[in-house]
């Protein structure tokens, strides 16, 4: 079975394109399943049971997305294998830009879209720099300079990645993402396979619980911002 | 190229190449304007920086080498000017052969007709990722005679083509001037400043109202945004066939804008079922069940209906600016039309 991990903030294109991508590797008779990540809810597996696709969703709740997605994705693939899928893609909405599902030696795609202004590649941390396919969707309403433009701001940010555009609705561009999906590698476990970057390190006094506001309460690794005027 | 990126100071490494600045600026990095080469910057950087860039040491500096090789790359445009596009046929929906070789040069405009639906995305999206007969239409596309190579099939500095639709529209908070002048640092150019101008300069000549370097761009009007994105289409990108899909009558002189693709060497591929726009094409691809069905040429008798339809559109738009004006229309207009 191969992996995927597709990941990208709210909202860019990601169940479309994965959808669009899906529907070219179907006419080559491959067996396909989804995992879709997300925090508090999602609907995004009805749409793709809609296309008979199977789809498991890992909802983290008031647990860190990415620490939950960690701890999750070899069961997933321990799943895709006993449903004997070609292909098992991993959707994850990266909701504070810093980290990522991306896994060392598994193809990772991160989708961003035109709308979001020309500042958001280099926003974005390990899930976009680290990728190695950026797909920019929603190229269709935007001018053809801010393409461009925005094409560059991404080939700056991650200067090794490719970048291809998909139209998300006609799918213009996703047979060649499905190619590129098609030739990864092929995987058993994800036994000592690695994380590309380091999660947060976390664990201070909120992560545990704590609700009140206020320097007593701060405990455990923190980081304060600079106030020239405080000191 | 990689190993005296590395060792030579960063401080000289920027002043001859000012584009490396963007780099550290994207990183949010500060303070790198130093006399210490890239490995020994970031050798110097505390692990707390390095965590916040989501990049370990090692990870940063192969992007940066990266980086410099690909804006270098870019500035130095080695790519190969694109002269010639070539489809050579694959088959249609039903499977039946298309039999046509067709090659599209510098300077055509050539109209793709058929109801949607019927194959124009596919085509285009064949002619993007340069298809070598492995696509579901079995096409193969050449590229100046002869076949791509395989690195040029993903990358940005290599797309063919640029898009230009009536749902397309500016999204970005900046004044014509700021907005054209980024797209221009984008491309690496040298003469930003002039080349900013003349696409200032050459969208008012095709916009029927003008408007000036200080006009945020969207609060342009639908004709003027049209007549920006096709100038600065014609004179910054850098892709070689530029795809219209339809353009409106209203607003943006349509027959300047084809001249002006035209003289900027652009393939012109128009989507358009209006007669005026189809017959300014000299040729017309039919598009039917997925497949090329035909090309037809435009004939004598169609460029001198040409004349005729212009005609009719010149006294349509006269008579459009007699309405904004407040004009009334209460006269016989037979005569106009010659009827
Ligand atoms: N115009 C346009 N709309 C698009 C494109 N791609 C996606 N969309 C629209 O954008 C919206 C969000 O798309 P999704 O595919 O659900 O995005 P997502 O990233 O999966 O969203 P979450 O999983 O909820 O984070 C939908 O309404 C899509 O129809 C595109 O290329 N062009
Ligand atoms: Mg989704």
Request: aromatic letters at 6%.
């Amino acid at each position: 079975m191969k992996l995927v991990t597709v990941s990208g903030p709210p909202s860019s294109g990601k169940t479309s394109v994965i959808l669009k991508a899906i529907e070219c590797l179907k006419q080559e008779s491959y067996k396909i399943g989804v995992i879709k990540f997300d925090c508090l809810t999602t609907f995004d597996n009805i749409l793709y049971e809609k296309v008979d696709v199977p789809v498991k969703v890992g909802l983290s709740g008031n647990l860190c997305p990415d620490h939950f997605f960690v701890s999750n994705i070899g069961d997933c693939v321990r799943w895709g294998l006993m449903e004997n899928f070609d292909l098992l893609i991993s959707e994850s909405a990266g909701l504070c830009n810093r980290c990522s599902p991306h896994i060392k030696d598994i193809l990772a795609v991160c989708v961003i879209d035109c709308l979001a202004g020309v500042n958001t590649p280099k926003k974005i941390g390990p899930m976009l720099k680290l990728a190695d396919i950026i797909v920019i969707t929603k190229g269709d309403i935007v001018s053809q300079a801010e393409r461009e433009v925005f094409f560059f701001k991404a080939k700056q940010a991650n200067p090794k990645a490719m970048i291809m555009s998909v139209n998300g609705i006609t799918g213009q561009g996703a047979f060649d993402l499905s190619r590129r999906l098609k030739d990864t590698v092929e995987i058993a476990n994800l036994e000592l396979k690695r994380l590309r970057f380091t999660m947060p390190a976390a664990l201070c006094s909120y992560c545990l619980g704590e609700t009140q506001i206020g320097e007593d309460y701060q405990m455990g690794n923190l980081k304060k911002m600079d106030f020239e005027v405080f000191s | 190229m990689s190993i005296p990126a590395l060792t030579i100071p960063l401080r000289e490494m920027i002043l001859k190449y000012p584009y490396l600045e963007d780099f550290f600026i994207s990183l949010g990095l500060k303070d790198y304007h130093v006399d210490l080469s890239c490995a020994e910057y970031v050798d110097q950087l505390s692990d707390g920086q390095i965590e916040d860039l989501g990049m370990d040491r090692e990870q940063l500096i192969s992007n940066y080498t990266e980086y410099f090789q690909k804006m270098a790359e870019i500035a130095l445009r080695t790519t190969e000017r694109v002269r010639s596009i070539t489809i050579i046929g694959g088959r249609d929906k039903t499977g039946q052969a298309e039999n046509l070789s067709f090659t599209m040069k510098t300077g055509d405009i050539i109209c793709v007709v058929g109801p949607t639906g019927s194959g124009k995305s596919r085509l285009l999206a064949d002619i993007e990722c340069l298809a070598q007969r492995d696509t579901p239409t079995g096409r193969q596309i050449l590229i100046n005679d002869s076949v791509p190579n395989e690195d040029k099939r993903f990358t940005v500095e290599h797309k063919l083509i640029a898009q230009l639709s009536q749902n397309m529209n500016f999204i970005m908070d900046l004044t014509v001037q700021e907005f054209i002048t980024m797209h221009a640092e984008s491309r690496m150019i040298e003469n930003v400043e002039e080349t900013v101008q003349s696409v200032i300069v050459c969208a008012n000549e095709l916009a029927g109202e003008k408007f000036s370097l200080d006009t945020p761009v969207t609060s342009l009007s639908g004709g003027q945004s049209r007549a920006l994105m096709i100038a600065d289409t014609a004179l910054l990108s850098s892709s070689p066939i530029v795809l219209i899909d339809e353009i409106e009558n209203a607003g943006v002189d349509r027959e300047k804008s084809l001249e002006l693709l035209v003289k900027e060497e652009k393939i012109v591929l128009m989507s358009t079922h209006d007669p005026i726009l189809a017959l300014m094409g000299h040729k017309r691809m039919v598009i039917k069940n997925g497949g090329i069905s035909q090309i037809v040429e435009t004939c004598a008798q169609e460029r001198s209906n040409l004349m005729l339809l212009q005609q009719f559109d010149g006294t349509m738009i006269r008579l459009r600016n007699m309405i904004r004006s407040g004009e009334k229309i209460d006269f016989d207009i037979k005569n106009l039309f010659g009827l």
